[in-house]
């Protein structure tokens, strides 16, 4: 059988899918040329990430199809529900990338505090002709430690930032609407762990009294956060998006920036990917990466043993 991974594979995922018996074919096809690909080279297994789309036209199109599988947690560039009506098994891997897209969400916001995301740009620019200048200017930072943070979406992404918060002293609020209590726990190095239970309180509530707000929530039809929500914020809070383009205003979310209302913001995802609107991209208080969250060594190694392992039970 042959399987597409045409978004990559990791290669320990690959070398476990050959060493099954599996052909792997890493061969990236444009979008426009990819029903024509699957069908001539009848391909069981189509693998994408977030750059392929598999539709309702290519899953009627491809009948050798058996599985569809996405790299990564969110499935918005399958058609799930469709592809399973016609008999396609689809999977995903919801638990490899939590850690990695955790630490994205710290990276930006400890860059944020002490603004490294406008250092970064005008060191290089300033820093010979205007270090004192410069260094009066980024001399106002913040610790977290003592600081809340508000996470909306309170699934593993948002539990495995949690942990983080809460290693490093922080005030942990949640928001979910499926779950109320969770219990978290924290690991350490020598293998002790300690346990947390953090109980789910209402979105607008969160909102008002975090002084960081994170989404980790599934793209939807409508914004998460908007014009009301920004407005409940504290003032000078901010905000970090490494879940899904669309969750956030991204307009109301200049507007706060450019009102004072917020001191800054994190976006890894946007609402058009992968061209991000102008304003967002030359914002000098917006902290900016190309929707890296699952993108480590670690997370990519761990999502292709994950695929490997579904796909061998269900084709065994």
Do not use: W
Request: with cysteine; aromatic share 6%.
């Amino acid at each position: 059988m042959k399987i597409l991974a045409n978004d990559g594979i990791s290669l320990s995922g690959e070398i476990a899918l050959t060493e099954a018996g599996y052909e792997v074919i890493t061969t990236n096809v444009s979008q426009e040329q990819l029903v024509s690909f699957i069908n001539e080279n009848n391909i069981t297994v189509l693998l994408v990430r977030s750059a392929t789309t598999a539709r309702k036209e290519l899953i009627d199109s491809c009948p050798s199809l058996k599985i569809i599988g996405r790299g990564g947690v969110g499935m918005d560039n399958i058609d799930v529900e469709y592809a399973r009506e016609k008999g396609l098994s689809v999977i995903n891997t919801p638990a490899s990338s939590s850690s990695s897209v955790a630490e994205l969400v710290f990276a930006h916001l400890y860059g944020g505090v002490r603004f490294l995301y406008d250092s970064n740009r005008n060191m290089p620019l300033e820093g010979e002709s205007n270090f004192k200048g410069l260094k009066k200017a980024y001399a106002k930072g913040i610790e977290l430690r003592g600081k809340t943070l508000g996470i909306i979406g309170f699934g593993r992404i948002g539990q495995e930032v949690a942990k983080i918060a809460l290693g490093i002293g922080m005030k942990v609020k949640a928001s979910d609407k499926y779950l109320n209590n969770v219990e978290v726990s924290v690991s350490l190095f020598n293998g002790d762990s300690i346990k947390v239970s953090i109980k789910t309180d209402d979105m607008n509530e969160v909102i008002k009294s975090s002084d960081f707000i994170t989404l980790h929530v599934p793209a939807q039809k409508d914004y998460v956060i908007g014009k009301e929500e920004f407005a409940m914020m504290k003032d000078g809070s901010a905000i970090i998006n490494a879940a899904r383009g669309g969750v956030i205003d991204e307009a109301a979310l200049v507007n706060s920036l450019d009102d004072g209302k917020l001191s800054f913001a994190c976006l890894d995802t946007y609402e058009n990917e992968p061209k991000p609107e102008i304003k967002l991209l030359m914002h000098p208080r917006i902290s900016l990466t190309p929707h890296i969250g699952a993108a480590t060594l670690e997370a990519q190694d761990r999502i292709g043993l994950e695929l490997a392992s579904q796909i061998k039970t269900i084709l065994s």
